[in-house]
């Protein structure tokens, strides 16, 4: 039979203060969502003013989704390490070289 439940030798206090700390960053998340939203908005309401986008906005957003995503894998017990501010920010993922398309 395939165990599911895996044991933890940590002890009560360990546990609540990571819920804790998740509990933060899941507030965190929320902020995220929202400045992400906002720059989605802008970005777009740029585009179709000008037919170009941001580039630092641009580069902006992929390091905030990046931070996203760290928060996340945090929140679900997938990482141990903390995320900003208890370590650095992400750093921007690699972009892509093709141009935005819009199919």
Known sequence: MVEYVEETSVT???IGVRLLYTLLFLIVFEVLKLIIQVAVLFQFVYLLI???????????????????YKVIQYVTLNENQRPFPFSEFPAEMEQSEEPVRFE
């Not at 000008?50 to 996203?68: N, V």
């Open 50 to 68: 000008t037919k170009g986008y941001i580039k630092p906005l641009r580069s902006f957003s992929d390091r905030l989704s990046t931070y996203a």
């Open 12 to 14: 009560r206090k360990q």
